[in-house]
T-cell receptor, first 112, second 109 residues
């Protein structure tokens, strides 16, 4: 039973560029949440997707957008990258009652 | 606003018991989760409390008092592999979790 997978593992981008991160949820899960984790901090909720719609959003600007596909996989897009966007981006999947979330290994994004 | 307070670092010896506290102030509350994260790894789910009281899962227990906006994670019979960061997370809305900054647990032989 495959767990949550994310790609790429690491990414280096230049300020102002755009980036797309990908996530495949755990088998059988239909809900995907994205988190940003800065070094030494806890994960911060970006948004959640369910049935291909953004269902809930945290305190992140519109530069952060996402998508969910019919197979429940998801993408996180960040436009106009800032140095402060450097972080570990985590994807978590769950069933519709999401108190137990399964996290992927994350994508380490470095913006220079 | 939202705030979660947990100690930044705790040190304990192998075989001992350690308690990691979490106090919270959020606009909504559905429950409190605990996650473990080893360096370089993904957070893994440990427990969830929606109601007051103690939940036990093996060596780990979690407690919640909604009236005090307080919870704790209790780790018994500490092992070296328990060295990790532990996060409390408030389920602020049905689909939204707000994580604390984490407690780094150092287990010494």
């Amino acid at each position: 039973d495959a767990g949550v997978t994310q790609s790429p593992t690491h990414l280096i981008k230049t300020r102002g560029q755009q980036v797309t991160l990908r996530c495949s949820p755990k088998s059988g899960h239909d809900t995907v949440s994205w988190y940003q984790q800065a070094l030494g901090q806890g994960p911060q909720f970006i948004f959640q997707y369910y049935e291909e719609e953004e269902r809930q959003r945290g305190n992140f600007p519109d530069r952060f957008s996402g998508h969910q596909f019919p197979n429940y996989s998801s993408e996180l897009n960040v436009n106009a990258l800032l140095l402060g966007d450097s972080a570990l981006y985590l994807c978590a999947s769950s069933l519709d009652n999401p108190y137990e979330q399964y996290f992927g290994p994350g994508t380490r994004l470095t913006v220079t | 606003g939202q705030s979660l307070e947990q100690p930044s670092e705790v040190t304990a010896v192998e075989g001992a018991i350690v308690q990691i506290n979490c106090t919270y102030q959020t606009s909504g509350f559905y429950g409190l989760s605990w996650y473990q994260q080893h360096d370089g790894g993904a957070p893994t789910f440990l427990s969830y409390n929606a109601l007051d009281g103690l939940e036990e899962t093996g060596r780990f227990s979690s407690f919640l008092s909604r009236s005090d906006s307080y919870g704790y994670l209790l780790l018994q019979e500490l092992q070296m592999k328990d060295s990790a960061s532990y996060f409390c997370a408030v389920r602020e809305d049905f689909n939204k979790f707000y994580f604390g900054s984490g407690t780094k647990l150092n287990v010494k032989p």
